[in-house]
Nanobody
Framework: QVQLVESGGGLVQAGGSLRLSCASSRSILNVMGWYRQAPGKQRELVARITTDGSTNYADSVRGRFTISRDNAKNTLYLQMNSLKPEDTAIYYC?????????WGRGTQVTVSS
């Protein structure tokens, strides 16, 4: 069993920055990712980091967002810069652990124009 707790969301103006955190109850030395879901839309991948540290990003956030992790703290991060109103969504942390997907409850990010 894995518990994931996201934090760091909030209201920010366009062009601003936020850093999301996701604390895991287990080691995060596996595939982890950030997803988001905007109202009326499906959940989509934002960024993912693999066991060897490789990263990939959605085209819409590449160059603006950075995923990283602190293995000692079992914490995943998402640094979000140059935020746009279309980044408004609930952001979820995901961990693939022992052949199962686990999700946090999400943190709301709202970007005003």
């Amino acid at each position: 069993q894995v518990q994931l707790v996201e934090s760091g969301g909030g209201l920010v103006q366009a062009g601003g920055s936020l850093r999301l955190s996701c604390a895991s109850s287990r080691s995060i030395l596996n595939v982890m990712g950030w997803y988001r879901q905007a109202p009326g839309k499906q959940r989509e991948l934002v960024a993912r980091i693999t066991t060897d540290g490789s990263t990939n990003y959605a085209d819409s956030v590449r160059g603006r967002f950075t995923i990283s992790r602190d293995n000692a703290k079992n914490t995943l991060y998402l640094q979000m810069n140059s935020l746009k109103p279309e980044d408004t969504a609930i952001y979820y942390c995901n961990q693939y652990y022992l052949w199962r997907d686990y999700w946090g409850r999400g943190t709301q990010v709202t970007v005003s124009s």
